[in-house]
Nanobody, 125 residues
């Protein structure tokens, strides 16, 4: 139900914007989020946004990454600026099936029932 796109190759200091298109109305997903996974590492929480537009970011993400959603287009976005080589990873979009507040539990992958296939972001130094 979720399709991530927009990944690619960027230079350090550059920007990329990821999109996550939902086959269902994004309004049916109260909380949506982005995760990333680098080779050999655990899946890491990036950011989440709820239907009201409130956002929650992972450690070191806020300030460089901006999450947003456009429910009229059934799409969520992740604007990534000031990219670093350590941002290299597969980025996944996800959505929760229920309704819950944005708090530290939002960062748990197990909170999300729906996942996109991932889009690869590579940042060169």
């Amino acid at each position: 139900q979720l399709q991530a796109s927009g990944g690619g190759l960027a230079q350090a200091g550059g920007s990329l914007k990821l999109s996550c298109a939902a086959s269902a109305r994004t309004g049916s997903f109260y909380t949506m989020g982005w995760f990333r996974q680098a080779p050999g590492q655990d899946r890491e929480f990036v950011a989440a946004i709820n239907l009201g537009g409130y956002t929650y970011y992972g450690d070191s993400m806020e300030g460089r990454f901006t999450i947003s959603r456009d429910n009229t287009k059934n799409t969520m976005y992740l604007q990534m600026d000031s990219l670093r080589p350590e941002d290299t990873a597969i980025y996944y979009c996800a959505a929760q099936s229920g309704r819950s507040r944005l708090d530290p539990s939002t960062a748990r992958p197990t909170k999300y029932s729906y996942w996109g296939q991932g889009t690869l972001v590579t940042v060169s130094s």
